[in-house]
């Protein structure tokens, strides 16, 4: 069987690969032209593809029965990869649930922190050679212990974030979630998301992305929030109107926002890159080696099945 990985990963997941498949790996970490999409799905007997790695419907059109067989994807989300349009042209799609939710958990209580005590500040303060030394009212932020945190989104990812908040910091916990959800510690769901937003003094987003959660959290959202709220996303860039975001942060209505992702991911807008109450991470959700090894293999379990004809660990829906 011949796969492509379309980004190097880490090789101990190559090598496991390569016990029962012929591998080619692209040496490019940018993402996959359309071109390139539509010739890997006729060469390939199976794909390892990743964020960005854009498998819309156009890629589908006059592939029906391709050679590829699976989609293996590197990664929990797959809203990179229209899944009807796979499906219908008999290609499977699996993902690596499970294997990143501690680490894209870890992040959150990161940007968290960073957010509120004003770390990414006071960390260019000091490379800039312009800090003159500790004073009672230094650069001032906002205590995290005992505050509240609403979650946006119950999954397993949301699940870890409120317990590390609520276990760790002692914070009370809110959540809004499509539908009810019973969790193993005390937590409150909510019915909107403004009332989240009205009582929180951190959000966190942690929801799928796709077409149904776009712009999920806009103006009415940071409207809602406290002058002294925060505002984490740990999800995906486009669940969030980051124009609206950026104009709260401009204009105060928030104190802060740490984010992991973009809407238009990798470019950052300008404006949001000036904002010092801007907390901006490089998509490092998942990256430490352990979580990555994990998820490689992982996706070699469900690329491995898939071409064996059984059933894989991981289908997606």
């Not at 019915?191 to 929801?207: G, M, P, R, S, Y």
């Not at 999800?235 to 124009?243: I, L, P």
Request: proline share 6%.
């Amino acid at each position: 069987m011949r796969v492509l990985f379309t980004r190097p990963l880490p090789e101990t997941v190559i090598a496991e690969a390569r016990k029962d498949c012929e591998v080619e790996v692209r040496d490019d970490t940018a993402p996959m032209k359309t071109g390139q999409m539509r010739a890997a799905l006729a060469l390939y007997d199976g794909i390892v593809p990743t964020l960005g790695d854009a498998f819309d419907a156009a890629v589908f059109e006059g592939s029906e029965n391709p050679r590829c067989k699976v989609l293996a994807n590197f990664g929990v989300g797959v809203n990179h990869i229209d899944v009807a349009a796979a499906r219908a042209a008999g290609v499977m799609v699996t993902n690596t649930p499970g294997a990143v939710t501690d680490a894209t958990a870890d992040i959150a209580l990161m940007l968290i922190l960073m957010s509120a005590r004003r770390a990414g500040e006071g960390e260019r303060l000091v490379r800039a050679g312009a800090w003159t030394g500790w004073h009672p009212t230094q650069m001032l932020g906002q205590h995290v212990s005992g505050k509240t945190v609403g979650i946006v989104g119950m999954g397993r990812i949301g699940q870890a974030v409120a317990r590390r908040c609520h276990l760790g910091f002692g914070m009370p916990v809110l959540f809004y979630n499509r539908s009810p959800k019973a969790v193993e510690f005390e937590a409150r769901q909510v019915e909107t998301l403004t009332a989240l937003a009205e009582e929180a003094d951190v959000i966190v987003v942690a929801v799928p992305g796709g077409p149904e959660t776009r712009h999920l959290i806009g103006a009415e959202v940071f409207a809602a929030m406290k002058p002294t709220a925060h505002f984490v996303n740990i999800a995906r860039g486009d669940v969030v109107d980051e124009a609206a975001l950026i104009a709260a942060l401009q204009a105060g209505r928030i104190a802060g926002a740490g984010l992991d992702v973009y809407e238009q991911e990798p470019d950052v807008p300008a404006a949001l890159r000036a904002l010092e109450n801007a907390t901006l991470l490089p998509h490092l959700g998942t990256a430490a080696l352990e979580v990555r090894e994990a998820m490689g293999r992982m996706a070699v379990q469900n690329l491995r099945a898939a071409l064996a004809g059984e059933a894989p660990p991981n289908p997606v829906a």
